[in-house]
């Protein structure tokens, strides 16, 4: 089966560096995303990795490992606005749905 | 522009009176999906579509019915809501299945 784990909530302080966790357990692999999510609103999409490594994305960047099955996202210089859930996400391994951690809540506090 | 329109926006009804959510994208896609939110669970996916009258179940079908005669339109119907379907539901599209997904703007649901 497919799991997604990730920390439920996180606090961070204004101008601060923040690091959400991811862990994936799949029997394939076709890439791994990371989507925003402010309070009643619809995820938007964030970053995407396919390949080990870091990708970088103004204040957002993403790592991959996929031999261990781990990702993360990178959120620098924090501001207010980034006070929202970020969801770790994955397609199946038939392709059919992407399958979506339960998010992690970030308070970002001045 | 870019969209995925999904109406209502909020939806307050009773038990067992059929409902349906509308949810259409201007991008070609073919693949559409619905979610429904719910608080420490995720998103959790109810149907999706590969194409035009092809259709699937996700991981929580049960209670609802998906339709797709035309590539930009996917109807999620409720034909006889119960208060366990009260919930936040979101459709999602994306060019293919491995791709960023696109999201409606969400239904919050109120079965009484």
């Known amino acids: 089966g497919q799991n997604i784990d990730q920390p439920t909530e996180m606090t961070a302080t204004e101008g601060a560096i923040v690091q959400i966790n991811c862990t994936y357990q799949?029997?394939?692999?076709?890439?791994l995303f990371w989507y925003q999510q402010h309070a009643g609103e619809a995820p938007t999409f964030l970053s995407y990795?396919?390949?080990?490594g870091l990708e970088e994305k103004g204040r957002f960047s993403s790592f991959l490992s996929r031999s261990k099955g781990y990702s993360y996202l990178l959120l620098k210089e924090l501001q207010m606005k980034d006070s929202a859930s970020y969801l770790c996400a994955a397609p199946n391994t038939g392709g059919f749905k992407t399958i979506f951690g339960a998010g992690t809540r970030l308070f970002v506090k001045a | 522009e870019a969209q995925v329109t999904q109406n209502p926006r909020y939806l307050i009804t009773v038990t067992g009176k059929k409902l349906t959510v509308t949810c259409s994208q201007n991008?070609?896609?073919?693949?559409m999906s619905w979610y429904r939110q719910d608080p420490g669970l995720g998103l959790r996916q109810i149907y999706y579509?590969?194409?035009?009258?092809?259709?699937d179940k996700g991981d929580v079908p049960e209670g609802y019915k998906v339709s797709r005669k035309e590539k930009r339109n996917f109807p999620l119907i409720l034909e006889s809501p119960s208060p366990n379907q009260t919930s936040l539901y979101f459709c999602a599209t994306s060019g293919r299945v491995s791709e960023k997904l696109f999201f409606g703007s969400g239904t919050q649901l109120s079965v009484l």
């Open positions: 799949t029997s394939g692999f076709n890439g």
């Open positions: 579509s590969m194409n035009v009258e092809v259709t």
């Open positions: 991008m070609n896609h073919e693949y």
């Open positions: 990795n396919v390949l080990d």
